[in-house]
């Protein structure tokens, strides 16, 4: 049956899981009053329980599927260039997630914001190769290349822009989770 799962279904299943669950304990932390409605750090709707618990499992399930895919695109695309950088990437990144959805920032901040840097990293660089890389590629259409850069770019920003707030400027925290959620 596993021979018949197709990527794009894969990779659908991996961001529906990893947001339903963002959503699912961020209403759940909303509600049990454990974090502001408006624009919390999406961690924090991870440290109390009830919604920690499925904080954990659903977003370690969303970066397994995401890890899977990763290696699943590898072997689909060998001879694309940088095809190997990108399932590595892919990979470290989905760990990083993986850690962040276990470890909160209440039980170990260090080890939380390392993981988080990682899978932010990571992805904002698969995601610079990708679009680099499908340039060229006939088989990709303009308009979803073009999503896709705009991604890539926003990201990017978003990612900079985050570090920024967070390390260099006290910018408060209304910008990191604005920065957290896009």
């Not at 932010?120 to 995601?127: N, T």
């Not at 707030?165 to 990191?176: C, N, P, R, T, V």
Request: hydrophobic share 50%; charged share 15%; glycine share 6%.
């Amino acid at each position: 049956i596993l021979s018949k799962i197709r990527a794009p279904v894969l990779i659908h299943t991996a961001v529906l899981v990893t947001l339903g669950t963002i959503i699912l304990c961020y209403v759940l932390a909303v509600v049990n009053g454990h974090v502001p409605p408006w624009l919390p750090m999406i961690s924090d709707c991870a440290v109390f329980p009830p919604e920690k618990y499925p904080f954990r499992l659903g977003i370690v399930l969303g970066a397994s599927l995401l890890a899977v895919q990763a290696v699943t695109k590898y072997y689909a695309d060998k001879t694309q260039p940088y095809s190997k950088l990108c399932a590595v990437l892919g990979v470290v990144a989905s760990t990083g997630l993986a850690v962040v959805g276990v470890v909160n920032e209440k039980e170990n901040n260090d080890i939380h914001d390392i993981a988080a840097v990682i899978l932010f990293v990571c992805y904002d660089v698969y995601a610079i190769i990708f679009v680099y890389s499908s340039w060229n590629r006939k088989d990709i259409s303009r308009i979803s290349y073009t999503i896709k850069f705009c991604s890539a770019v926003l990201g990017t920003i978003g990612f900079v822009a985050y570090i920024t707030a967070k390390y260099f400027q006290d910018w408060g925290s209304i910008y990191l989770a604005l920065f957290e959620w896009s």
